[in-house]
C-alpha cells in the first residue's frame, strides 16, 4: 500500500499524545504509516545518526522486569531523536519496594517526564497506569498479556525481509501460553489479508483460547500442532520463542517442556529458502547457534529493527510534526 502524503499525516496526527497499550488500537493504514515512518528513521540513523524531532522531551523507562533490548532499544530511539531518558531499571531501588502503589509511582514520574515506557509483570497494568498517567502510557510488556511494540517490531522485519505481510504462512513455535510478543503478533496480523497461522506448542503451553477465537473471529486461518515438521516446508515466518520460566507456578513443569523445541540446522534442511526464522530474544536453548550462520536467520537483524520502530514510536506521540 503506498500512503499519500496526506493519508501519513492525518494518522500521524491521530497518534499524537496517545497511550500505546495494545495492539488492538492499530488498523491497517496505522500500520502502513508507523513501517513508513520506521524506514524513514532507519535512514535518518544510517545516514546522519541523530536528529532532533524529539529535542526537549524527556522518557521514563519504568522496568519492574528485567530487559536488555527493549530497554536499551527505547532508551536509544529517544537519543537518537534527541530527546532524553531516565531509566528506572531497578525498581527494588525506587520507593515501590517502600510499598508505593503503581498508580502513584505512575504520577510520580508522569509529572517530570513527557512519556513512560513501561514494563511489569502483571497483565493489564499498562492499561491501570494508563488510567493514572498524565502522559502517555507505551506498554513494553504486562507480564503475559501483550508487547505491542515487539509485535510492530516483528512486521516490520517480515516486510523488510520478505516485502510484504499480506498471504504468508507464519508460524508461531514455543512457549504460546505465556509468551506475550506471539498474542500480540497473532493479533496484529489480523489486519493482513490471506494469512495462515500455525500454532507449534507443547499441548500445556497451547495458545490461550480467547485468542484463538479473536484471531479466527477476524477470519484468519489457524492450526495447531505438537510437532514442526509436518508445516516446516509451508512455513514463510519461523517464529520461535522461550519458553517463559518467570511464568511458572511449578518448576517441575518448567522443566518438562523447556527444550520441547530446539531449532538446529538439521530441522531448516526442508525450510524454504525465502523461509525467515524471527526471534524476539533472549533465547536460551530453543534455536542453536550453528543457525546463527543462515542467512535464513533474521534475529538478529529484527533486533536493530526494534531500534527504528521505537523511533518511530516516539515521533508518532512525542514529536514535533
Ligand atoms: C520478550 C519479552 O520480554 O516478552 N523479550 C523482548 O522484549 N525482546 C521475549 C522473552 O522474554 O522471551
Redesign the pocket.
Known sequence: MNLTEQQRAAISAKWKGQHILSVDQFNRLDLETILAVADDMRVIVKTVGTCDLLKGKLTCNLFYEP?T??SSSFAAASERLGGSVILINNVQFSSVTKGETLPDTIRAVGSYTDAIVLRHYEKGAAELAAKYSPKPIINA?DGPGE?PT?ALLDLFTIKRELGKIDGLTVTLLGDLKY???VHSLARLLTNFEGIKINYVSPDSLRMPDYLIKQVGDAGVEQHEYDALEPIIAETDILYV??V?KERFDDLAHYEAVKDAFIISPETLKDAKQEMRVLH???RVNEITMEVDDDPRAAYFRQMENGMYVRMALLYLVLGKQ
Open positions: 530487559s533490548r527493549t510488556g508487547h515487539q509468551g506475550r510478543t520463542t522461550r517463559q524476539p530474544l533472549p
